[in-house]
């Protein structure tokens, strides 16, 4: 996953800043809607990510709180976090459904792909936990397609769907 943190100005006057948070399930191919993360009257700056054990700590700097100086002169950091551990979606929020299910998932040896392909070429990538590729196949024709995919090795796998315009991705489980 790859995540994203800025400040942007979009949602208040001109110098007032606020953080925003966005996540790919894929280094970047597919990205979650963006996530506000702060409301401040003041400007929020600086924000910066960091990862430890399974959160993902988000910190920034804002002058909300200043009530004893003129307004936005004195800052204070502040902290979200996220816990890494709770599975995220399985499936792009913007994607159509049905166009790529497995089933059954989790599976023991093998699973059935299906899809079904609106434009070509396209093709069927799936990679394991830590990236690599273990399987790819080429599709030069539109609709309905079905493979059949073994393997030995039990862990997590993601299947990539990907044509000209869109990458769908599925994550799946293989048991022992």
Known sequence: HLHVVWEDSRHGPSDNFEIYYRESPDLGITWYPEVRLTNAPYHSYRPALACGGRYLHCFWADARDDTIYPPGIVTQIYYKRRDLSISAPEKHPAEVKGI?????????????????????????????????????????????????????????????????????????VALE
Do not use: M
Request: proline share 4%; net charge positive; with cysteine.
């Open 100 to 172: 790529l299910s497995v089933f059954p998932n989790p599976f023991y040896r093998n699973t059935i792909i299906s899809f079904c392909l609106f434009s070509s070429p396209a093709h069927l990538e799936i990679y394991d936990q830590v990236g690599r590729k273990v399987f790819r196949q080429e599709y030069t024709e539109s609709g309905q397609h079905r493979v059949v995919w073994s393997t030995e090795r039990a862990g997590v796998y993601f299947i990539r769907l990907k044509d000209r315009t869109r990458a769908t991705i599925q994550k799946v």
